[in-house]
């Protein structure tokens, strides 16, 4: 039967040719998510100021609440003790320990500041950077490295502007080293000035004897301490900390993207298989009628199947490392991943992407056999013909199950969900429902066309009427091409309209309480602290207030409602009614949120029981715990919810340990634009921005998650796109008997493309109806938990754009291939089997 196999697919090359297209294009998407999954586990990031020493140690970059296993990703500079560098010293192996201090220090450009850093000279050695003129800082003094001192023309003896500190200041060059560029030496006690951690350094750099056994000395300092030791690549996560934090963005979006691009490919490859073998019915019943069993053409139909999709998988392989490699640089000029990571795509995204996608030719095949096998020969070439049976106790049950899931995830979605987090429910219940439909396809489409084809019955002639009574007989065959249209426009509208809602959502909750009518903004590094009372100070000013973010995790009491991810630390200034704080209190006051003190949204009180007066204990953003007194609480829109703490007390927790922003409130009638303009102008570093800016920075993160999921998108509804093409293309050419038949009956070619036509419109609305239905059952659920309203958000044209591409998708995949197939003189094309 092999042997037959391979002689069917000389004559059945359309057919095969639109399951080999479907196998390349899914291969290649799952390889592609598979390289981007295997980046995010390893992150290897190589070393390079830090590439001297063997072993680099640095503070642990994961909290570990009380009874919880799943960690939470530090987000600023953890830092390490200088007292553990004793410790370390005394080790065997260990000839010497230094610390690091890593502080922002951009150099004043031409056209503004450079994203320098500055270090402590003691650690210059651990690069190893090598002075090449000049002689080591003292205070007051800076050493560059060769490439910033090309670009400012630096000579040694000269001066150079550096923003430290939120201030500009003026330093001595008193060296130039060659080593990695965008590096500024200061002497080591004004670097632990600048930095402003007191008993701790950003790593500690340990260098070894030769011969030492590295992965030993590495178990025995980190059992000194509540510490991280990293070796070989790992190093590089310390000069590059957001690798850390990105690596869990990049592995969630592998993961639940990969997922999902792997349950459309085997859908897609195995509706593309099985309207392939559907249109062999009489072929099969041929075979039959002349003593071939049942396990023969079982077995012929998994041979051709594995035929068309092992050299698929081959060709997958280039495109998917190709598109690997570019969701990797996208992802990574949009903030989701780290530009400094090396894309990694092994053996092990192959096997995934080519397992998957042989799988799912297999399944397919699997399923298609089952009843061209069993069934008789003279039902089979009934069934050919009239193509009227579907059902079957697999298809049913799988459709009532993935149904089920739908409306079990879409119940979940609306009542336990809440705030972006639906998105978890929602994203998956897109693809159930769809599944679910495809699994009931005939019966669906039946109902669908029943409604539909009366308003084309009223307004089209006899072609049309012809059309609308063949999609009628045909409609088991019509549903094979209606179920890639419903999937392309269910799942398009459905995740696009999702991250618009909640983009929109997120906008009116941060806009609702916001009172700010401008912002001072840091250009660099951050604000110095002295900047506040020269705005407070201002004419027209009627309330000032720093502003800094960063994330923490509630320790105590236990079970707040965040994420694993922890809870958003807005930081602002002690401030009365009138200020700036974009809250709406309910209880307390904002005047006492000083020192060690804490503001919480209602829920978040009620929910840990913690009201004005008690406290809670808090892990802040570098891993530092602190307890808390509340001193107010306050309304927020359920889902996102944030915690205010005292500006000072998150800023000194910031990698930065600057705020980055000042909230600035006018009086009524006042024009506070020229005073601040005059105020920025004077003082480097930093910008006046309106009241919109803030509300971008603040939607900046969903903005980009937004992207990546339209990027990501993009592409399944591009690879569904290709399956409508295959499907109504195939389908079609598989009709030239039928359209011989008819132009010998006195049918011209216009009027059987016209009746085309009328089929082409009817697949098209009914496939852009169930793929609506399946985006509102996913949608309505969504809007009503991330926003007050169950209507999603977002412009009307994407829609219209979205069903437009849809139904001219459709009707070019059904006419070109008919035109084609018409060219065939009409006695020829009724003489071909099928």
């Known amino acids: ?99 690091d201090q890593t502080f922002p220090a951009p150099v004043t450009l031409n056209q503004g500041f450079n994203q320098g850093e500055g270090h402590n000279w003691a650690s210059a050695v651990l690069a190893p950077f090598r002075l090449t003129s000049g002689t080591a800082p003292s205070n007051g003094d800076v050493v560059l490295d060769e490439t910033t001192a090309k670009q400012l023309d630096a000579k040694v003896g000269g001066k150079v502007n550096l923003l430290v500190g939120g201030q500009q200041t003026a330093f001595t060059v008193s060296g130039i080293a060659a080593g990695p560029a965008g590096h500024t030496f200061f002497s080591d006690d004004e670097a632990s000035r600048i930095a402003n951690r007191p008993g701790r350094a950003a790593a500690l750099g340990v260098l070894v004897a030769p011969g030492t056994d590295l992965e030993a000395l590495q178990k025995k300092i980190e059992a000194t301490a509540d510490i991280s030791a990293m070796t070989g690549l790992d190093r590089g996560e310390v000069e590059h900390p957001d690798v850390a934090v990105k690596k869990v963005m990049l592995i969630s979006v592998a993961g639940s993207f990969g997922g999902i691009a792997t349950m459309t490919m085997m859908f897609v490859v195995a509706s593309t298989l099985a309207l392939a073998a559907q249109h062999r019915q009489r072929e099969f019943a041929l075979l039959r009628s002349i003593g071939t069993t049942p396990g023969q053409v079982r077995r012929m139909i998994l041979g051709e199947a594995m035929l068309v999709s092992l050299p698929a998988v081959l060709v997958g392989v280039l495109p998917g490392a190709l598109l690997g490699r570019f969701l990797l640089e996208r992802l990574s000029a949009n903030g989701v991943a780290s530009p400094d990571v090396t894309f990694y795509q092994g053996l092990i995204p192959f096997a995934a992407g080519a397992g998957a996608a042989v799988l799912a030719a297999i399944g397919a095949g699997l399923m298609a056999s089952r009843r061209s096998a069993r069934i008789r020969p003279v039902e089979a070439l009934v069934e050919a013909s009239l193509q009227a049976k579907w059902f079957s106790w697999p298809r049913l049950i799988t459709g009532v199950l993935f149904v089920s899931g739908g409306l079990a995830l879409m119940i979940i979605t609306a009542t336990v969900m809440t705030g972006p987090l639906a998105g978890a429910t929602a994203g998956p219940a897109v693809l159930c429902w769809a599944i679910g439909l495809a699994a009931l396809g005939p019966l669906v489409t039946k109902a669908v066309l029943s409604i539909v084809r009366w308003p084309l019955y009223a ?47 997120s906008e009116k909750a941060f806009t609702k309480d916001l009172r700010a009518d401008a912002v001072l903004v840091s250009a660099a590094a951050g604000l110095s602290p002295t900047l506040l009372p020269k705005v407070q100070a201002l004419p027209g000013v009627a309330s000032a207030s720093e502003y800094v973010t960063s994330l923490g995790v509630i320790d105590e009491p236990r079970h707040a409602p965040f994420d694993e991810e922890g809870a958003l630390l807005q930081g602002v200034s002690p401030q009365g009614e009138d200020g700036t704080a974009p809250v709406r209190l309910t209880s307390g006051s904002l005047e006492g949120l000083t020192g060690n003190t804490v503001a919480l949204p209602d829920r978040v009180a009620d929910k840990i029981d913690r009201h004005v007066g008690t406290a809670i204990k808090m892990t802040l953003g570098d891993g530092t715990p602190v307890e808390l007194r509340v001193v107010a609480t306050f309304a927020a829109e359920r889902g996102y919810e944030s915690i205010v703490l005292p500006a000072d007390l998150v800023a000194a927790h910031t990698t930065n340990r600057l705020a980055p922003q000042i909230l600035v409130r006018a009086e009524p009638g006042a024009s506070i634009g020229p005073a601040l303009s005059k105020l920025a102008a004077a003082t480097p570093g930093v910008q006046v921005a309106d009241r919109e800016a803030l509300i971008a920075g603040n939607g900046e993160d969903l903005q980009t998650q937004a992207w990546i999921n339209y990027l990501l998108v993009g592409m399944l509804i591009a690879y569904t796109a290709v399956s409508v093409v295959n499907t109504l293309a195939s389908a079609t050419v598989r009709r030239r008997r039928e359209f011989g038949l008819q132009r010998l009956t006195g049918s011209t070619r216009a009027q059987v493309l016209r009746m085309l036509s009328t089929e082409g419109v009817l697949v098209a609305v009914a496939g852009i109806v169930l793929g609506t239905l399946v ?60």
């Open 459 to 505: 307004v089209t002639r006899v072609n049309g009427r012809l059309a609308i009574l063949n999609v009628t007989a045909r409609s088991v065959a019509m549903s094979a091409a209606v179920m890639p249209v419903m999937l392309a426009v269910g799942i398009a509208t459905a995740n696009i309209y999702m991250q618009t809602t909640n983009v929109d959502a």
């Open 775 to 834: 985006a509102l059952a996913t949608l309505l659920p969504y809007a009503a938990a991330v926003s007050t309203s169950a209507a999603p958000s977002g412009p009307i044209w994407i829609y219209l754009v979205i069903i437009a591409i849809a139904f001219v998708l459709t009707m070019l995949s059904t006419l070109i291939p008919a035109t084609k197939s018409l060219a065939t003189r009409p006695a020829e094309a009724a003489a071909r089997a099928d």
């Open 1 to 99: 039967m092999m042997r037959l196999a391979v002689r069917t697919l000389r004559y059945r090359k359309s057919g095969f040719l639109a399951t080999f297209i479907a196998v390349v294009f899914g291969t290649a998407i799952v390889l592609a998510c598979g390289g981007l999954m295997e980046t995010g586990i390893r992150s290897n990031v190589a070393p390079e100021r830090l590439a001297g020493a063997p072993i680099v140690v640095t503070g642990d970059l994961s909290h570990h609440r009380p009874g919880e296993e799943d960690p939470t990703p530090l987000t600023e500079q953890v830092g390490v003790p200088e007292s553990v560098a004793a410790q370390i010293r005394s080790l065997e192996g260990v000839t010497d320990v230094i610390g």
